[in-house]
T-cell receptor, first 112, second 116 residues
Framework: KQEVTQIPAALSVPEGENLVLNCSFTDSAIYNLQWFRQDPGKGLTSLLLIQSSQREQTSGRLNASLDKSSGRSTLYIAASQPGDSATYLCAVNSGGYQKVTFGTGTKLQVIP | GAVVSQHPSRVICKSGTSVKIECRSLDFQATTMFWYRQFPKQSLMLMATSNEGSKATYEQGVEKDKFLINHASLTLSTLTVTSAHPEDSSFYIC????????????FGSGTRLTVV
Protein backbone atom coordinates (compact mmCIF):
# COMPACT_ATOMS: atom_id res chain seq x y z
CA LYS A 1 0.00 0.00 0.00
CA GLN A 2 1.39 3.36 -1.03
CA GLU A 3 2.00 5.82 1.77
CA VAL A 4 2.85 9.44 1.15
CA THR A 5 4.32 11.75 3.76
CA GLN A 6 5.03 15.45 3.58
CA ILE A 7 7.45 17.36 5.74
CA PRO A 8 7.12 19.85 7.28
CA ALA A 9 3.44 19.89 8.16
CA ALA A 10 3.55 23.66 8.46
CA LEU A 11 6.02 26.31 7.43
CA SER A 12 6.15 30.05 7.96
CA VAL A 13 8.67 32.17 6.05
CA PRO A 14 9.21 35.86 5.38
CA GLU A 15 8.41 37.15 1.94
CA GLY A 16 11.21 36.76 -0.57
CA GLU A 17 12.70 33.60 0.86
CA ASN A 18 13.32 30.50 -1.19
CA LEU A 19 11.85 27.35 0.29
CA VAL A 20 11.63 23.61 -0.21
CA LEU A 21 8.72 21.33 0.51
CA ASN A 22 9.34 17.61 0.81
CA CYS A 23 7.28 14.60 -0.20
CA SER A 24 8.25 10.97 0.36
CA PHE A 25 6.52 7.82 -0.79
CA THR A 26 7.00 4.17 0.07
CA ASP A 27 6.40 2.42 -3.25
CA SER A 28 8.73 3.63 -5.99
CA ALA A 29 6.70 1.98 -8.78
CA ILE A 30 4.81 5.11 -9.68
CA TYR A 31 3.30 6.43 -12.90
CA ASN A 32 3.61 10.08 -12.03
CA LEU A 33 3.57 12.53 -9.18
CA GLN A 34 1.62 15.75 -9.01
CA TRP A 35 1.92 18.81 -6.80
CA PHE A 36 -1.22 20.75 -5.93
CA ARG A 37 -2.07 23.79 -3.91
CA GLN A 38 -5.27 24.13 -1.96
CA ASP A 39 -6.59 27.39 -0.64
CA PRO A 40 -8.88 27.27 2.43
CA GLY A 41 -12.30 25.90 1.55
CA LYS A 42 -11.36 25.48 -2.10
CA GLY A 43 -10.56 22.69 -4.49
CA LEU A 44 -7.14 21.71 -5.74
CA THR A 45 -5.09 23.56 -8.31
CA SER A 46 -2.51 21.51 -10.17
CA LEU A 47 0.96 23.06 -10.06
CA LEU A 48 3.29 20.54 -11.64
CA LEU A 49 3.08 17.01 -12.97
CA ILE A 50 6.20 14.84 -13.16
CA GLN A 51 6.12 11.61 -15.10
CA SER A 52 8.00 8.64 -13.70
CA SER A 53 10.63 9.00 -16.45
CA GLN A 54 11.33 12.64 -15.60
CA ARG A 55 13.55 14.10 -12.94
CA GLU A 56 12.15 17.59 -12.70
CA GLN A 57 9.57 20.04 -13.97
CA THR A 58 9.57 23.80 -13.82
CA SER A 59 6.83 26.38 -14.00
CA GLY A 60 7.68 29.98 -13.23
CA ARG A 61 9.02 30.21 -9.69
CA LEU A 62 8.22 26.57 -9.02
CA ASN A 63 10.52 23.63 -9.57
CA ALA A 64 9.63 20.06 -8.70
CA SER A 65 12.11 17.22 -8.64
CA LEU A 66 11.57 13.49 -8.52
CA ASP A 67 13.92 10.76 -7.30
CA LYS A 68 12.01 7.53 -7.70
CA SER A 69 14.73 5.29 -6.32
CA SER A 70 14.75 7.08 -3.01
CA GLY A 71 11.00 7.71 -3.01
CA ARG A 72 11.27 11.46 -2.81
CA SER A 73 10.03 14.58 -4.48
CA THR A 74 10.68 18.20 -3.60
CA LEU A 75 8.87 21.37 -4.53
CA TYR A 76 11.12 24.41 -4.64
CA ILE A 77 9.49 27.83 -4.48
CA ALA A 78 11.72 30.76 -5.34
CA ALA A 79 11.24 34.29 -4.04
CA SER A 80 8.14 33.44 -2.04
CA GLN A 81 5.19 35.84 -2.02
CA PRO A 82 2.22 36.22 0.36
CA GLY A 83 0.01 34.89 -2.43
CA ASP A 84 1.86 31.60 -2.18
CA SER A 85 0.27 31.01 1.22
CA ALA A 86 -1.77 27.82 0.92
CA THR A 87 -1.60 24.12 1.67
CA TYR A 88 0.57 22.18 -0.73
CA LEU A 89 -0.24 18.57 -1.46
CA CYS A 90 1.72 15.98 -3.35
CA ALA A 91 -0.17 13.14 -4.97
CA VAL A 92 1.37 9.91 -6.16
CA ASN A 93 -0.22 7.91 -8.96
CA SER A 94 0.67 4.25 -8.59
CA GLY A 95 -0.71 0.75 -8.34
CA GLY A 96 -2.56 -1.52 -10.71
CA TYR A 97 -5.58 0.76 -10.89
CA GLN A 98 -3.52 3.95 -11.00
CA LYS A 99 -4.76 5.14 -7.66
CA VAL A 100 -3.80 8.53 -6.43
CA THR A 101 -2.52 8.70 -2.89
CA PHE A 102 -2.27 12.11 -1.31
CA GLY A 103 0.32 13.29 1.12
CA THR A 104 -0.59 14.88 4.41
CA GLY A 105 0.09 18.37 3.09
CA THR A 106 2.31 21.28 4.06
CA LYS A 107 0.61 24.46 5.16
CA LEU A 108 2.70 27.39 3.99
CA GLN A 109 2.42 30.91 5.29
CA VAL A 110 4.45 33.65 3.65
CA ILE A 111 4.66 36.69 5.88
CA PRO A 112 4.77 40.12 4.18
CA GLY B 1 -6.15 22.64 -20.23
CA ALA B 2 -8.48 20.08 -18.75
CA VAL B 3 -11.30 21.54 -16.68
CA VAL B 4 -13.55 19.77 -14.19
CA SER B 5 -16.67 21.55 -13.03
CA GLN B 6 -18.29 20.60 -9.74
CA HIS B 7 -21.67 21.77 -8.45
CA PRO B 8 -22.90 22.90 -6.08
CA SER B 9 -19.98 24.53 -4.31
CA ARG B 10 -21.87 24.75 -1.06
CA VAL B 11 -25.03 23.09 0.20
CA ILE B 12 -26.86 22.95 3.50
CA CYS B 13 -29.46 20.25 3.99
CA LYS B 14 -31.59 18.82 6.76
CA SER B 15 -30.89 15.46 8.36
CA GLY B 16 -32.58 12.64 6.52
CA THR B 17 -32.61 14.30 3.13
CA SER B 18 -30.49 13.42 0.12
CA VAL B 19 -28.03 15.63 -1.70
CA LYS B 20 -26.66 15.21 -5.21
CA ILE B 21 -23.28 16.56 -6.27
CA GLU B 22 -22.33 16.78 -9.95
CA CYS B 23 -18.92 16.50 -11.50
CA ARG B 24 -18.41 17.31 -15.18
CA SER B 25 -15.37 17.17 -17.41
CA LEU B 26 -15.81 20.17 -19.67
CA ASP B 27 -13.31 19.71 -22.46
CA PHE B 28 -12.34 16.08 -22.33
CA GLN B 29 -13.86 12.67 -21.90
CA ALA B 30 -13.35 10.99 -18.58
CA THR B 31 -14.05 7.28 -18.50
CA THR B 32 -12.96 7.31 -14.89
CA MET B 33 -13.70 9.88 -12.23
CA PHE B 34 -12.81 9.83 -8.56
CA TRP B 35 -14.61 11.06 -5.47
CA TYR B 36 -12.74 12.24 -2.40
CA ARG B 37 -13.72 13.40 1.02
CA GLN B 38 -11.72 15.80 3.10
CA PHE B 39 -12.15 16.33 6.82
CA PRO B 40 -10.92 19.56 8.41
CA LYS B 41 -7.15 19.84 8.47
CA GLN B 42 -6.74 16.43 6.88
CA SER B 43 -5.73 15.30 3.45
CA LEU B 44 -8.02 13.89 0.81
CA MET B 45 -9.32 10.39 1.22
CA LEU B 46 -10.46 8.46 -1.81
CA MET B 47 -14.06 7.31 -1.43
CA ALA B 48 -14.72 5.62 -4.73
CA THR B 49 -13.72 5.28 -8.33
CA SER B 50 -16.49 5.98 -10.80
CA ASN B 51 -16.40 4.17 -14.12
CA GLU B 52 -18.55 5.19 -17.05
CA GLY B 53 -21.25 2.65 -17.73
CA SER B 54 -20.43 0.37 -14.83
CA LYS B 55 -20.65 0.18 -11.08
CA ALA B 56 -18.39 2.32 -8.96
CA THR B 57 -15.58 0.78 -6.96
CA TYR B 58 -15.74 1.82 -3.33
CA GLU B 59 -12.85 2.04 -0.91
CA GLN B 60 -12.91 -0.02 2.22
CA GLY B 61 -15.14 1.48 4.87
CA VAL B 62 -17.22 3.59 2.47
CA GLU B 63 -20.92 2.69 2.49
CA LYS B 64 -22.01 2.24 -1.11
CA ASP B 65 -25.69 2.45 -0.19
CA LYS B 66 -25.12 5.78 1.47
CA PHE B 67 -22.90 7.33 -1.17
CA LEU B 68 -24.49 6.51 -4.50
CA ILE B 69 -22.35 7.13 -7.54
CA ASN B 70 -23.62 7.29 -11.08
CA HIS B 71 -21.37 7.76 -14.09
CA ALA B 72 -23.90 7.83 -16.88
CA SER B 73 -21.82 9.53 -19.54
CA LEU B 74 -18.20 10.20 -20.42
CA THR B 75 -18.43 13.70 -19.01
CA LEU B 76 -20.66 13.40 -15.95
CA SER B 77 -20.45 11.61 -12.63
CA THR B 78 -22.77 12.25 -9.70
CA LEU B 79 -22.43 11.52 -6.01
CA THR B 80 -25.64 11.32 -3.99
CA VAL B 81 -25.40 11.39 -0.23
CA THR B 82 -28.55 9.59 0.90
CA SER B 83 -30.31 10.10 4.22
CA ALA B 84 -27.67 12.60 5.22
CA HIS B 85 -26.62 12.97 8.85
CA PRO B 86 -24.51 15.64 10.52
CA GLU B 87 -21.47 13.35 10.47
CA ASP B 88 -21.66 13.40 6.66
CA SER B 89 -20.82 17.08 6.76
CA SER B 90 -17.55 17.40 4.93
CA PHE B 91 -15.78 18.71 1.86
CA TYR B 92 -16.29 16.49 -1.18
CA ILE B 93 -14.07 16.79 -4.25
CA CYS B 94 -14.17 14.98 -7.56
CA UNK B 95 -11.39 14.51 -10.04
CA UNK B 96 -10.87 13.10 -13.48
CA UNK B 97 -7.87 12.12 -15.48
CA UNK B 98 -7.32 13.24 -19.02
CA UNK B 99 -7.95 10.83 -21.82
CA UNK B 100 -4.30 10.61 -22.82
CA UNK B 101 -1.97 8.18 -21.15
CA UNK B 102 0.23 9.80 -18.53
CA UNK B 103 -2.09 12.74 -17.94
CA UNK B 104 -2.33 14.11 -14.45
CA UNK B 105 -5.49 14.57 -12.49
CA UNK B 106 -7.74 17.61 -12.63
CA PHE B 107 -9.88 18.41 -9.65
CA GLY B 108 -13.20 20.09 -9.27
CA SER B 109 -13.59 23.06 -6.96
CA GLY B 110 -15.21 20.96 -4.26
CA THR B 111 -18.55 20.93 -2.47
CA ARG B 112 -18.94 21.95 1.16
CA LEU B 113 -21.80 19.90 2.58
CA THR B 114 -23.33 20.86 5.88
CA VAL B 115 -26.06 18.67 7.33
CA VAL B 116 -28.13 20.31 10.05
Amino acid sequence: KQEVTQIPAALSVPEGENLVLNCSFTDSAIYNLQWFRQDPGKGLTSLLLIQSSQREQTSGRLNASLDKSSGRSTLYIAASQPGDSATYLCAVNSGGYQKVTFGTGTKLQVIP
Amino acid sequence: GAVVSQHPSRVICKSGTSVKIECRSLDFQATTMFWYRQFPKQSLMLMATSNEGSKATYEQGVEKDKFLINHASLTLSTLTVTSAHPEDSSFYICSARGDRGGDGYTFGSGTRLTVV
